[in-house]
């Protein structure tokens, strides 16, 4: 079973442009979620799409957007890319049930996209 | 809000020492509570979680974490280190609807 997959693994950006970063979930998994992780900030949560419809928002601005697929595929969106930006976003699925209660639902990881913002 | 935070942002042991990784939160419901590692540009991978069903909970790779209530505490412990273990560790609770809050992070450093 293949696990979660990011696109691309490195990206380099310039100050003002906007990014795109692809998230594959594992096969069956329903709910995406996105964090970024810094040096100085940790990881942090930006946001969580289940069945195409966001659920859950981290406190970021509004450059941070994100959508997700009738295949469960999801993509985030960052525009007007500051230095701050710099950092590696992880994608994170779950295979979350559609009723009652989804916590203590095992998160997996994808490996990350490294973004440079220059 | 629930939190958890790391005490000690860089934890040295020696190969074959114990390891001890503290992990506090703070809930104010009884919180789910996961231990994650990440190696060098990698994603995380989960070692282990708490789940209220047993206070005691085994992991991968040998690790254990011990919930005390008492303590609002999840602490991470390996009886004996090995070099593959040299990681970055992260305590994290569960807020729902898939929402993670984790702790800064330890980095484990291994000493041959």
């Known amino acids: 079973k293949a696990g979660v997959t990011q696109t691309p693994r490195y990206l380099i950006k310039t100050r003002g442009q906007q990014v795109t970063l692809s998230c594959s979930p594992i096969?069956?998994?329903?709910?995406v979620s996105w964090y970024q992780q810094t040096p100085g900030q940790g990881l942090q949560f930006l946001f969580e799409?289940?069945?195409?419809?966001?659920?859950n928002k981290g406190n970021f601005p509004g450059r941070f957007s994100g959508r997700q697929f009738s295949n469960s595929r999801s993509e985030m969106n960052v525009s007007t890319l500051e230095l701050g930006d710099s950092a590696l976003y992880l994608c994170?699925?779950?295979?979350?049930?559609?009723?009652?209660?989804?916590?203590?639902?095992?998160?997996?990881f994808g490996q990350g996209t490294r973004l440079t913002v220059v | 809000a629930q939190s958890v935070t790391q005490l000690g942002s860089h934890v040295s042991v020696s190969e074959g020492a114990l390891v001890l990784l503290r992990c506090n939160y703070s809930?104010?419901?009884?919180?789910?509570l996961f231990w994650y590692v990440q190696y060098p540009n990698q994603g995380l991978q989960l070692l282990l979680k708490?789940?209220?069903?047993?206070?005691l909970v085994k992991g991968i790779n040998g690790f254990e974490a011990e919930f005390k209530k008492s303590e609002t505490s999840f602490h991470l412990t390996k009886p004996s280190a090995h070099m593959s273990d040299a990681a970055e560790y992260l305590c994290?609770?569960?807020?729902?609807?898939?929402?993670?809050?984790f702790g800064q992070g330890t980095r484990l450093t291994i000493n041959p």
């Open positions: 096969s069956g998994h329903r709910s």
């Open positions: 809930s104010s419901v009884p919180p789910y």
């Open positions: 994290a609770v569960d807020q729902g609807a898939q929402k993670l809050v």
């Open positions: 799409y289940f069945s195409e419809t966001q659920r």
């Open positions: 708490y789940t209220s069903a047993a206070t």
């Open positions: 994170a699925s779950s295979l979350v049930p559609p009723t009652g209660n989804d916590m203590n639902t095992e998160a997996f």
